[in-house]
């Protein structure tokens, strides 16, 4: 009958309309620390896509992670199988929606984000770009072609964003809360240029009151950035924290004397006591789908205690993608 051929027609589109993608990659990274002595970490990740032909708004993404950490100081082996992302989205013309573990994008720093409550920026990491992610609701709405709103739940944690993008910066206003850490956050973002010098400035922030005390303290970033003509990128950023005593400048330059070849360097210090780290890096690719780095992380000065573990690391890093 003609209503059984369609059904099987729908039924096979349904089945057979996905389009999955999948994409591989490794990252080995061996190195010495001064507290694990030798140690080397590697990751294997598997990326996989879903589309489906007749749902295009509609997307899937799952990410796993396989990672093993051999430390000789003790002679252990850590393996461990952990879901890296794991989302559903839909994308439409002014709504969207994605349900997971996702990363939340929030804020502008490039050496700290102190109004992201769900994955904030790590500067002592090896992958500072690895962020881990947070299972989240996620909802934005477009409300003109140049602004948004997006809000964002997760367990015991959230965020309210309006974001608009003007011709000299893009602002938005912020609320956040954190049931773990115990405050909520009003804050903004600011990024923009500086007329048509070409210097990027950012800067975030909030005011933080404490859930217990009431008791509000300031927490923000100034940051700036220029590239010059040849390859030289200069970023610094100042990070100031009304209730510590302490606040911290970060400054890096990434150059590329050659095409293969990248350099980096990144400083960051307390201006306390001017305790701090130097991160060298070089980067060359191997290839479109492999690079090879090696740095190291050397701290200075006696008080570490804003800059997280403090310990001296050098390190080699691996990358392939397939």
């Known amino acids: 009958m003609p209503y059984r051929k369609t059904i099987c027609q729908l039924l096979t589109a349904v089945c057979f309309g996905f389009v999955p993608g999948l ?40 990410i796993v992670d396989n990672e093993s950490y051999l430390k000789s100081v003790s002679g252990s082996l850590e393996n461990r199988i952990s879901l890296y992302r794991g989302y559903v989205e839909y994308l439409g013309e002014n709504h969207s929606w994605i349900i997971g573990k996702q990363r939340i994008p929030l804020g502008v720093g490039q050496f700290w984000n102190p109004i992201d409550v769900f994955n904030p920026i790590n500067i002592e990491a090896v992958e500072p770009d690895e962020r881990p992610g947070t299972e989240t609701i996620r909802y934005e709405y477009g409300i003109t072609s ?62 933080f009151r404490e859930h217990q005390s009431g008791e509000r303290h300031i927490e923000c970033i100034i940051g700036a950035e220029y590239g010059f003509a040849n390859s030289l990128t200069l970023s610094g950023e100042y990070y100031f924290i009304d209730v510590s005593g302490s606040d911290m400048l970060g400054f890096s330059a990434r150059f590329r004397p050659v095409m293969l070849l990248s350099c980096s360097f990144t400083s960051v210090f307390t201006t306390d006591d001017g305790s701090g780290f130097v991160s060298p890096v070089i980067e060359y690719s191997l290839s479109d789908e492999m690079t090879l780095s090696g740095g190291l992380f050397w701290y200075f000065g006696s008080d570490t205690s804003l800059l997280g573990t403090g310990y001296d690391r050098v390190y080699l890093r691996w990358f392939i993608n397939f």
Do not use: C, M
Not at 36 to 59: E, S, V
């Open 146 to 207: 140049l602004s948004n709103l997006d809000v964002n739940v997760a367990e015991g944690k959230g965020a309210i964003r309006v974001k608009g993008y003007l011709d000299f910066a893009d602002i938005a206003l912020l609320g956040l809360w954190d049931d773990d850490y115990g405050f909520d956050i009003i804050g903004w973002e600011l990024e923009g240029e500086l007329g048509t010098t070409g210097i990027e400035l950012r800067s975030e922030g909030g005011s």
């Open 23 to 62: 994409k591989v990659e490794n990252s080995q990274i061996p190195g010495y620390d001064a507290r694990f002595h030798a140690f080397d970490y590697n990751r294997l990740r598997a990326q996989l896509n879903i589309d489906h032909d007749l749902h295009p708004n509609f997307t899937a993404t799952v």
